[in-house]
């Protein structure tokens, strides 16, 4: 009984561990006004075909704060670039001077930083509702296995530890908005 407790336990360590990760994720493609080349990850680019990463048909770099800068490996990709930054609808005008496509990242407005903020609040949401919904799920298999034969106390202790666990993840989560939120705040 014990072996299924731990993999009970290992399982929403793992499920919460991975709404942390998608938090993360979700993060890096909110703007804070400075430039990244992160910010380009979602671009696909019709190479020869197959849709394939921005990134691996160019090196996409950050000259300065305000700016990207995306060189193609071959300089035929330059008008397919374009088009691939103006059809993921990023809010970017690229310029392109034949050879290197910059993209000049806007100051953002007191108003535009708030939304993101209010973004941010709910990819936060979302992340403490994965971590809520793997611990009803963790507590729901505890119950299933007392009633299989676990002793009340080692369900009540594993359950405790779902708990910490949910805390913990949940601080975790916090931490990330907040920083996140700064981020976006400092001008």
Do not use: C
Not at 28 to 54: C, E, F, Q, W
Not at 95 to 106: A, K, L, T
Not at 139 to 157: A, F, I, R, Y
Not at 163 to 184: H, P, R, S, W, Y
């Amino acid at each position: 009984m014990q072996e299924e407790v731990d993999f009970v336990l290992e399982y929403t360590g793992e499920k919460m561990e991975s709404a942390i990760s998608h938090l993360g994720k979700e993060l890096l493609h909110i703007r804070a006004g400075k430039a990244s080349p992160s910010m380009m990850d979602g671009v696909l680019v019709d190479y020869y075909g197959s849709m394939t990463p921005l990134n691996q048909v160019s090196n996409v770099s950050t000259p300065d704060a305000r700016t990207i800068a995306i060189q193609p490996w071959e300089k035929g990709l330059i008008s397919v670039i374009e088009k691939a930054i103006m059809t993921a609808n990023l809010g970017f005008n690229p310029d392109n001077n034949g050879e290197i496509i910059r993209i000049n990242i806007p100051v953002l407005t007191e108003e535009r930083r708030k939304d993101l903020v209010k973004h941010v609040h709910q990819e936060g949401e979302t992340a403490k509702v994965s971590i809520r919904t793997a611990r009803k799920e963790a507590n729901d298999s505890l119950k299933k296995l007392q009633k299989d034969g676990l002793s009340e106390d080692l369900e009540k202790d594993a359950e405790a530890e779902v708990q910490k666990l949910t805390d913990n993840f949940g601080k975790k989560v916090e931490d990330l908005v907040k920083a996140k939120e700064k981020d976006i705040m400092t001008i």
